[in-house]
């Protein structure tokens, strides 16, 4: 079974502060893994894939990056508006699911 | 706006009731995956659609039915509904539900349907 877990729970950070969050994973045959940010009452927004370990993918202060085992998604100098719900997620060739194996999330609150 | 239109936007019930939530997909999308959120558990997967049929089902309950019509919108009926129910419900699309959900076929997801159960 498919596992992802990630941490912090919560993050506080100061404007401009860099910090890092991270996602470990289980998973049988990485197909992908997915970053979404989701806003409070809203959705989740599509970031990046990954899909092999050594890749990086960078969007604006958002960097991601993947290693067998774990993904770390960097945020440098970090904005009020990157406050969000970061959620990590695998989709793994077990079975015949497609389905993504979501983590619980970070909560990211960056202050002015 | 993602594209994805999920209605109701709140609905509060009592248990032992019935509701249907509704999803139309984004334009061009043919798949349509549905994922309950709630507090402890994350975003669990439920169930897909594929063009109307069903595709791979997750950790959705007996008392949980869905359905994908001819115009692909789909329909996600919960009944006997009990207070664990409560959570938000949301519905995604992707291009096609055979490939790798990146690139062009990412996950889409609606902004949900509140559920409250008292």
């Known amino acids: 079974e498919d596992q992802v877990t990630q941490s912090p729970e919560a993050l506080r950070l100061q404007e401009g502060e860099s910090s890092s969050l991270n996602c470990s994973y289980t998973v049988s045959g990485l197909r992908g893994l997915f970053w979404y940010r989701q806003d409070p009452g809203k959705g989740p927004e599509f970031l990046f894939t990954l899909y092999s370990a050594g890749e990086e993918k960078e969007k604006e202060r958002l960097k991601a990056t993947l290693t067998k085992k774990e993904s770390f998604l960097h945020i440098t100098a970090p904005k009020p508006e990157d406050s969000a719900t970061y959620l990590c997620?695998?989709?793994?060739?077990?079975?015949?699911?497609?389905?993504?194996?979501f983590g619980s999330g970070t909560q990211l609150t960056v202050l002015p | 706006d993602s594209g994805v239109t999920q209605t109701p936007k709140h609905l509060i019930t009592a248990t032992g009731q019935r509701v249907t939530l509704r999803c139309s997909p984004r334009s061009g999308d043919l798949s349509v995956y549905w994922y309950q959120q709630s507090l402890d558990q994350g975003l669990q997967f439920l169930i897909q659609y594929y063009n109307g049929e069903e595709r791979a089902k997750g950790n959705i309950l007996e008392r949980f039915s869905a359905q994908q019509f001819p115009d692909l919108h789909s329909e996600l009926n919960l009944s006997s509904l009990e207070l664990g129910d409560s959570a938000l419900y949301f519905c995604?699309?992707?291009?096609?539900?055979?490939?790798?959900?990146?690139?062009?076929?990412?996950?889409?997801f609606g902004a949900g349907s509140r559920l409250t159960v008292l």
């Open positions: 995604a699309s992707s291009v096609d539900g055979d490939r790798d959900l990146s690139g062009a076929n990412v996950l889409t």
């Open positions: 997620a695998v989709l793994g060739a077990s079975g015949s699911a497609r389905q993504l194996t």
